[in-house]
């Protein structure tokens, strides 16, 4: 494992433009149009359009004047023959013209559509989207329409598919498919069934603790990934129990948008590492892996982490009725490390309270598996990010107090 080097310095690009609240739906086909095309892509998975929510998308088009052609042939966790399908419809889509695309979903269809996007114009095999030297123009203008609030895909380039004759995770996709702007809509997220809620919302409160803890992390992302932290744990309680509550709903878009920010500029770690190689190997959701790993993780990278994670406490607004530790709000001042250990508990007392906090054996996962989870956990590349380095063996200990 290379660990990416710290700069001395942080950039910030403040891309995409974010458009958000209700209603704000109306406004991609305008934004579509202000683009200078009059043509669209919107690539969905088949769920979101028996929902009726990618025809509202089309609706908005339409009335602003841009065509629309419907790609829906998005998996749960994308393949890159998913991608492919999705070039060839991009291409025709194209027929010698401008076109944007649009995406609209969690974070299958996102991720699908960066690649997607830039394979539509660049004539190479889909697998090599993730080399430079391949990529020669840039890709189509994404609008990214997130209907989950947790993947945070809308905030960056970059698009995980799964390459299903190797069994992991690529990344595809370059500065240009930055979607150009986000519309968030919480009315789009009205619909979303509790469980899938819950799994989002550890999404991203996972995105925004590994931002924290990340190799580069940086005070500009720490400001986002708190906030994140803050209003995930405030409200995914609320909308698990509630999924009508628009405004916890609201809050949760933001939260996993913030979060996705966050992230962009730190990387993640090993819970992503491990998630990658639970969803490819025993087909777990993606935030439900997360969920389940979380706190595991969290422990092992506590002892190099203590400040971040006891700030993180300071933001955190669920509280389990256990004892109060010292250090929290409740009580008075105690060191980083205490306050990190109760950082925690709450996140594990949060997972439960919403139904996440399954053991990875109730997903089928047994000890005979774990090598492999390790063996490529290790080999992703998102481990490098990881404050604390982590050998097989380590991986190993890690998933297994997770069983």
Do not use: W
Not at 6 to 25: I, K
Not at 93 to 114: F, H, I, Q, W, Y
Not at 362 to 390: K, Q, S, T
Request: with cysteine; net charge negative; charged share 15%.
């Amino acid at each position: 494992m290379t660990a990416i080097p710290t700069p001395s310095y942080v950039t910030v690009d403040p891309a995409p433009r974010l458009v958000f609240g209700p209603g704000a739906v109306a406004e991609v086909g305008p934004i579509v149009r202000d683009l200078g095309v009059r043509r669209a892509l919107l690539v969905t998975d088949p769920g979101v359009a028996a929902a009726g929510v990618a025809a509202r998308v089309e609706a908005a088009c339409a009335a602003a004047g841009v065509a629309v052609t419907v790609f829906d042939r998005v998996a749960p966790s994308p393949t890159l023959a998913d991608v492919e399908a999705g070039v060839a419809a991009a291409r025709r889509a194209l027929d010698g013209g401008e076109l944007a695309v649009v995406a609209v979903g969690g974070g299958s269809p996102m991720d699908a559509a960066k690649a997607i996007a830039l394979g539509a114009v660049n004539p190479v095999p889909v697998r090599r989207l993730d080399d430079p030297a391949a990529v020669e123009r840039p890709g189509l203008p994404i609008v990214a329409v997130p209907t989950t609030a947790g993947t945070g895909a809308e905030t960056n380039g970059f698009g995980v598919v799964t390459d299903t004759e190797a069994v992991r995770k690529v990344y595809l996709g370059d500065e240009s498919t930055v979607p150009v702007a986000a519309v968030l809509d919480p009315e789009l997220t009205l619909g979303v069934p509790p469980p899938v809620t819950a799994a989002t919302g550890m999404d991203a409160l996972t995105h925004a603790l590994e931002s924290l803890a990340s190799r580069r992390a940086n005070d500009v992302a720490a400001g986002d990934a708190l906030r994140a932290v803050e209003l995930v744990s405030a409200h995914l309680a609320t909308a698990v129990a509630d999924g009508r509550d628009l405004a916890a709903r609201s809050q949760l878009l933001l939260a996993a948008h913030l979060a996705g920010r966050a992230m962009r500029s730190t990387g993640l770690g090993l819970a992503h590492a491990i998630g990658h190689a639970l969803t490819n190997r025993a087909g777990i959701p993606h935030g439900a892996a997360l969920a389940m790993v979380l706190p595991a993780v969290l422990r092992f990278n506590l002892p190099v982490r203590a400040e971040a994670f006891g700030a993180a406490a300071g933001a955190f607004r669920f509280r389990s009725a256990g004892p109060t530790a010292p250090g929290d709000r409740t009580g008075g001042p105690a060191s980083a490390e205490a306050a990190a250990h109760r950082l925690v508990d709450e996140v594990a007392a949060l997972s439960a309270a919403v139904g996440t906090d399954r053991p990875l054996r109730a997903a089928g996962v047994g000890p005979g598996l774990v090598p492999v989870l390790a063996a490529d956990a290790v080999a992703d590349v998102v481990i490098a990010n990881n404050p604390r380095p982590a050998t097989e063996d380590e991986v190993a200990a890690v998933v297994t107090a997770a069983l």
